[in-house]
């Protein structure tokens, strides 16, 4: 092997393990995750901490570390989402917290739905346009990640016209945190429209539930 090839192979084992030594400390370890409880130390513990973080279950500095306190947390959630209360994160609270949470990569798509869609509408009829988010993730019809339901073609206008890309404000952030914790102004929608710039005739005939600002939320 000569010396160029000999650096190439260098450099290319240096670039993999410094790859992997990020990775798997501020990313899931898996698509199924590892069982955490006490004394884990990964990505997973890191995902975990943050979703339920969103949800206003732990309030301490999101670290990677299980310790007491993010077991504490797990429980409290499991308590209320009727869940065996072990202090694990095993596959069914790791399912829970996947539905009604988001990960920090959900919460970025979340507030750029917001603020590409409903920057021009009052803080309720914001965080309105999140709920309907929340209750596509929660509903069987929808794809079951974030990501899924809004990049699902045709799903959103921002997306099909390049708004999405945008840059969200920290109004726009505020809105998906509180539509991820349960605040839903559009009363359990599923879709919403603007009715002045409307043309399809079948979002007029789904049941509607509320009106805010601009938007017509609808079930």
Excluded: C
């Amino acid at each position: 092997m000569n010396s160029l090839k000999r650096l190439v192979l260098v450099m290319l084992i240096a670039s993999i393990g410094l790859g992997l030594s990020v990775s798997a400390w501020s990313q899931p370890t898996s698509a199924a995750s590892a069982t955490l409880q006490a004394g884990s130390q990964n990505g997973d513990v890191w995902d975990a901490q943050f979703r339920l973080k969103m949800l206003g279950y732990y309030q301490q500095p999101v670290d990677g570390v299980y310790g007491p306190v993010t077991a504490a947390a797990v429980r409290n959630f499991q308590y209320n989402y009727g869940l065996t209360i072990d202090g694990i994160v095993g596959a069914n609270t790791w399912q829970s917290l996947r539905k009604y949470s988001v990960n920090q990569t959900d919460l970025d798509i979340l507030a750029k739905v917001i603020y590409s869609e409903a920057r021009g509408e009052s803080y309720t009829g914001q965080v309105a346009v999140g709920a309907v988010v929340m209750n596509r993730l929660k509903s069987s019809e929808f794809p079951n990640t974030i990501e899924g339901i809004v990049f699902e073609p045709g799903a959103f206008t921002a997306v099909s016209d390049g708004q999405y890309w945008l840059t969200p404000d920290s109004t726009a952030y505020q809105a998906a945190q509180d539509a991820v914790r349960g605040w839903d102004p559009s009363g359990g929608a599923l879709y919403y429209f603007n009715p002045a710039t409307a043309t399809s005739k079948w979002i007029w005939s789904r049941p509607q539930t509320v009106k805010i600002g601009n938007h017509i939320f609808a079930k």
